[in-house]
């Protein structure tokens, strides 16, 4: 019986486990990629104490440390989370563990760009990490589609390879961090496309450009060896939802300040969470505060206990 179980091994996970073995509870996590989205950058400079690492080295850091207090790590993906009276079981395979709460931090998953040619073209011109697949495009052209703080650091990467980026973007102004919206505007290589999406992919063997839905200097297809796609995340908060927990229109579960559900002993945190603000240092820190709490709530109420005939 564990007293706490961590859905989720990103930053928020690894940062809420430290917390939770300091704090004497009995912990597991159930990672199936470990790391999570912020491997996907090259840069961070934003997480306080560190002025640049790359995303792999946060990750690495943050679940060294965690490891340091030894919380049992499942390398695998939770499939299953029911709620037996106040325990709750997860199940992995043949196998189930019980806990007596539950920690959400499964983050996301990218926003598909659903428009003809994608699914044709992906992997072979269509991509949605820079960092991984930009450098198979040195000196060609290139395209990001979003206009986020994440799309222009995804341009910024592919700048390094590519002979131009656009960021074609249906906004009016993109809208990264101002360091980052700067980079952008002073690197030659960039060049935004505002108001306009992207309708179509094209190509035969591999990408050959995109159909715009507005005519970007007098042609509605721009001519380009790769899409970057941007466009947002979303929560993987199916599990959640299963077993009851309450989510906003846009799927992300609804937390409250102390990182709790609706359901007594669930609580959630970083990029699955409803808030509005999502980084990494915002994530670790609703982590850590479900952490505190799923103690009190451990240590305080009448939660299910070893043997509990409703958990067996
Ligand atoms: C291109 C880009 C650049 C960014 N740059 C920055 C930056 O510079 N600074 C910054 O602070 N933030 C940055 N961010 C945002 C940051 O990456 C996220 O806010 C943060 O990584 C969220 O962490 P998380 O642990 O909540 O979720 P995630 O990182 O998504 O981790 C969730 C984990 O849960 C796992 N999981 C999901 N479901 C299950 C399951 N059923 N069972 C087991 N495991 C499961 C996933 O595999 C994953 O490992 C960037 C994001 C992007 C896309």
Redesign the pocket.
Same mark, same amino acid.
């Given at each position: 019986m564990y007293d706490i179980a961590i859905? *989720?091994? /990103?930053?928020? /996970?690894f940062g809420a486990a430290m917390y939770a073995r300091r704090l004497n509870l009995k912990t597991v996590v159930? !990672?199936?990629?470990?790391? *999570?989205?912020?491997i996907?950058?090259d840069?961070?400079?934003?997480?306080p104490g560190f002025k640049l690492l790359t995303?792999v080295e946060l990750a690495e850091k943050l679940q060294e440390h965690a490891m340091e207090y030894k919380p049992d790590l499942i390398e695998?993906? #939770?499939?299953v989370i029911t709620r037996e009276g106040k325990c709750f079981r997860i199940i992995v395979g043949e196998k189930t563990y019980e806990a007596r709460t539950v920690l959400f #931090?499964? *983050?996301?998953k990218h926003r598909e760009l659903k428009v003809p040619g994608h699914d044709t073209f992906m992997n072979r011109g269509v991509h949605y990490c820079a960092l991984c697949d930009g450098a198979f495009y040195r000196g060609k052209v290139l395209a990001v589609v979003g206009g986020s =703080? !994440?799309a222009a650091?995804?341009a910024l990467v592919l700048a390094q390879h590519g002979s131009k980026v656009y960021m074609v973007y249906r906004g009016e102004k993109i809208r990264p961090e101002p360091v980052n919206y700067e980079r952008v505007l002073a690197n030659r290589k960039i060049e935004i496309i505002y108001h306009t999406n992207v309708t179509e992919i094209l190509g035969d063997k591999s990408v050959s450009g995109v159909r715009l839905d507005r005519p970007y200097k007098g042609k509605d297809i721009l001519p380009l060896d790769g899409v970057f796609v #941007?466009i947002g995340?979303l929560s993987?908060s199916e599990?959640a939802v299963k077993l009851g927990v309450k989510v906003n229109p846009k799927g992300e579960i609804i937390i409250n300040r102390k990182s709790e559900t609706n359901i007594p002993g669930v609580y959630a &945190? /970083? =990029?699955?969470a409803d808030t509005e603000f999502?980084? &990494?240092?915002? *994530?670790v820190a609703e982590g850590v505060t479900a952490t505190y709490h799923a103690y009190k709530y451990v240590s305080e109420s009448e939660v299910c206990a070893t043997g509990d005939q409703t958990a067996q």
């Open positions: 859905i *989720g091994g /990103g930053v928020t /996970g159930f !990672s199936e990629r470990t790391g *999570g989205t912020i996907l950058t840069r961070v400079e934003n997480y995303g695998e993906r #939770a499939e #931090a499964t *983050g996301t =703080d !994440s650091k995804e #941007a995340l993987l599990l &945190a /970083g =990029d699955v999502k980084q &990494a240092i915002t *994530g």
